[in-house]
Structure formats: structure tokens, C-alpha cells
């Protein structure tokens, strides 16, 4: 126990034997040297720590430290665990409804009542106008095509994009070939469909030029005749980015193709 004398400012810490109250060890410091006892200890401690967090195994536990593989272990399993919630929550979901079932006590029939709903809000004074039905109708292309499950897109992910605009003429070029020709009077800009690696850049006889694009799961896709390239062999491209233009008055091409095999591109791409 530590007791203070009467003099101020001096303390002195007594270890004693408690069933004979004999002092075993005593040792006097003055006020300064207890602050300064404690400071060195705070520091030790303090520098223990640093030394134990940089130089140990236990460094990992702090969030900079992480490596990237480690922190793409804890981003897997975290979504792992969000995978695992929801297929318990469904699970859950299961349950009650057979339960439901059981006691028979299910609620309203909800086919009905979405029914109803529909006649309900099918009902309006103010019909629909052009722009609205227009809308509609590329909006039920574009998800034809993009949930499409007739081909490698679907079961890959892989949702292509059209590479000219809409005041380019798309036309199918003659029997024999299932590539497709891009017709417009002034010059127009060609987009890359997907993303990838710009495998060459070409130059035909007439002054136009064609370049090939490598795309994820083999996919390639051609762009010729066109009235100028923006990019160079090597190039990564994204999906919409400007990659050259159509001559003007004259026509271009575009053509699909998968592990060697030319694809039909009005299969694959929402014109």
C-alpha cells in the first residue's frame, strides 16, 4: 500500500505480509518521480503495442494493412453471409406459408387483387401518347434482347450494345453473309459494342479502314469501311465508346463473330 508522508510532495509504496503485517519491500519516490514513473510506463506500453502491431502476425487485424487478397477474402465472405441470409429469410418465408396452409389461415387470393388492380388503374381519362407507346415499345426490345437466353450472352452476362445511333440505316448485307451494313448520308460515329482489346487496324485499297476488336469469351467483333479510326492496335475500349466514323455517303460494315463462327448481329445487339 502506498502512504503519503507528512512532508508534501513525497509518497512511499510498502509491501506488506498481511497475516504478520511485516513490511517486505518499500520504496519512497517524490511527486516527480511518480509522474515520471508513470510516463515511462505509458510510453512503454505504447511502444510495446507499436512494436507488437508492426512487427506480429496481429498487424493484419487493422484495416490498412490488409492485403488485397485477404481483403477479397472478407469482401467473399461477407457476401457469402448475405447469400446465406437471404436463403434463410426465404427459408422463413417457406415455413410460414406452409403453416398458413395448415391452419388455414391464408390471406386474400393476391392474383385476384392484382387483377382488380390492374382494371383499376387501366382506367383513365388522358390516353396514352405517342412518345409514351414509343417508349414502351423500345423498352420491351431492349429487354427481349437483353434477357434473351437463345445465346453465350445470356449465360455469360454479357449485354452488347448497338454501334451506330439511330440515324444510321442498319440493312442486312446480300445471302451468303450475316454481317450487317451501316448506310447514312453525313458522317456518322461507330461505338465498340462490348468491351475489350482492339486486336489490329487496317487499311483497305479504297482509303477506308477496318479494325477488329477482341471482347471477353471469345466474342470478336469487325468494323470495315470505315471513314477513319480513333484508336490503335492495343487499345482497351469500353462498350459505347467512339472507336471511329462512317465515310460519308458511303456504307460500312459489322460483323459478329464467336470462337470462329460468324453470329447473326440482330441476334445478339437491339438496333
Known sequence: MAQKYKNPGRYRLDFIKENTFNRIWSLRMTRTRVA???????????ALLWVVMAYTPLRQLLPPSLSGELRGQYLETAMRLDSLEQKAKLGEAYIANIVAIMNDDLPEDSAMALAAAQVMLSDSLLAATE??????RQYEEDARFNLSVLTPIAAEGMVFSAPVGATVEVSDLPPGNKGLRLSSEKSAAVTAVYRGSVLGVY???DGTS???VQHPNDFVSIYDGLGEVFVDKGTKVVAGQRIGHTPAGKAATFELWHKGNELAPRDYISF
Open 210 to 212: 477496318a479494325l477488329t
Open 131 to 136: 412518345a409514351e407507346r414509343r417508349f414502351v
Open 203 to 205: 487499311t483497305r485499297p
Open 36 to 46: 515520471l514513473v508513470s510516463a515511462i510506463v505509458i510510453l512503454g506500453g505504447a
